[in-house]
């Protein structure tokens, strides 16, 4: 579903963040990006949106050159949750929800449908949640926000760059167990980048081990964890 072939780059100062790079992710499978602070995983993600260009090679989305492809029409194909998820502070919870498919042009009453029932997948009752503003909410639930909003427009793709990393780690714990539910649903093809070993091993179907700039392990959790 995701194929880098041949993917470098290097930004201003001529130094290669990302080097040389092919892998694939298949339809469904959940990749954690793993590795140092400043080896490469977010560049490596944030390609895949074109929030940054490489500056060579090729990346595919099902098949397709997204070279070609508009971003902003890209975007809506790709979700994406970041760390400090930004809402719509003078929006409810339901109207962030709804903000992409409003987006994309449907009716207001299937957008907030749509989003209400996103809301129930993630863990947050809308009948409790959808009419609070994100202030009214916990860091945990604002990321919930964020998963539920990326899923919206119903995205083959989901770029998560530790879409858990500022919750403490009790929450962090939850967030996890309930994505991977909401994963076994779903089944998307997710980029999961993460500093955090543990939370790569639990979540990843397979892990891809950052050095610099380059991927030096793509394997499953048990493989790279040593286990024979
Ligand atoms: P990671 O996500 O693994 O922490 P990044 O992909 O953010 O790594 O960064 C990889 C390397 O590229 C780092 O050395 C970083 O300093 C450098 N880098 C990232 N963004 C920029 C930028 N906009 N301009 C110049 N260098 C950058
Ligand atoms: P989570 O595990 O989802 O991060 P917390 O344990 O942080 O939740 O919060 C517990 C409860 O407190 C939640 O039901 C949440 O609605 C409520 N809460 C947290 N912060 C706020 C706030 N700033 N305003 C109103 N309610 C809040």
């Given at each position: 579903?995701i194929?880098?072939?041949?993917?470098?780059?290097?930004?201003?100062?001529?130094?290669a963040?990302?080097?040389?790079?092919?892998?694939?992710?298949?339809?469904?499978?959940?990749?954690?990006?793993?590795?140092?602070?400043?080896?490469?995983?977010?560049?490596?993600?944030?390609?895949?949106?074109?929030?940054?260009?490489?500056?060579?090679?090729?990346?595919?989305?099902?098949?397709?050159?997204?070279?070609?492809?508009?971003?902003?029409?890209l975007?809506?194909r790709?979700g994406?949750?970041?760390?400090?998820?930004?809402?719509?502070?003078?929006k409810?919870?339901?109207?962030n929800?709804?903000?992409v498919?409003?987006?994309?042009?449907?009716q207001r009453?299937?957008?907030?449908?749509?989003?209400?029932e996103?809301?129930?997948?993630?863990?947050?009752?809308p009948?409790?949640y959808g009419?609070?503003?994100?202030?009214?909410?916990?860091g945990?639930q604002?990321?919930?926000?964020?998963?539920?909003r990326?899923l919206?427009?119903?995205?083959?793709v989901?770029?998560?760059?530790?879409?858990?990393?500022?919750?403490?780690?009790?929450?962090?714990e939850?967030?996890?167990?309930?994505?991977?539910?909401?994963?076994?649903?779903?089944?998307?093809?997710v980029?999961?980048?993460t500093?955090?070993?543990?939370?790569?091993?639990?979540?990843?179907?397979r892990?891809?081990?950052?050095?610099?700039?380059?991927?030096?392990?793509?394997?499953?959790?048990?493989?790279?964890?040593?286990a024979?």
């Amino acid at each position: 579903m995701i194929r880098f072939e041949h993917v470098t780059k290097r930004y201003a100062d001529g130094t290669a963040a990302v080097d040389d790079l092919s892998f694939e992710v298949a339809e469904g499978e959940l990749v954690t990006l793993v590795g140092p602070s400043g080896c490469g995983k977010t560049t490596t993600m944030k390609m895949v949106n074109r929030l940054i260009e490489p500056t060579s090679g090729r990346i595919r989305v099902a098949g397709e050159d997204i070279a070609g492809v508009d971003p902003v029409e890209l975007r809506r194909r790709i979700g994406y949750v970041i760390q400090q998820v930004g809402l719509f502070p003078h929006k409810t919870v339901l109207e962030n929800t709804a903000t992409v498919p409003h987006l994309l042009g449907w009716q207001r009453k299937r957008a907030r449908e749509r989003a209400a029932e996103l809301l129930d997948l993630v863990g947050l009752d809308p009948s409790v949640y959808g009419d609070r503003y994100p202030d009214q909410l916990s860091g945990g639930q604002r990321q919930r926000v964020g998963v539920a909003r990326a899923l919206a427009a119903d995205p083959p793709v989901l770029l998560m760059d530790e879409p858990f990393g500022a919750v403490d780690p009790v929450v962090r714990e939850r967030l996890q167990s309930e994505f991977l539910r909401l994963q076994s649903q779903v089944r998307k093809t997710v980029l999961f980048v993460t500093h955090d070993i543990e939370e790569a091993v639990r979540l990843g179907d397979r892990i891809a081990v950052y050095g610099h700039g380059k991927i030096e392990q793509l394997d499953a959790p048990a493989v790279v964890l040593g286990a024979p």
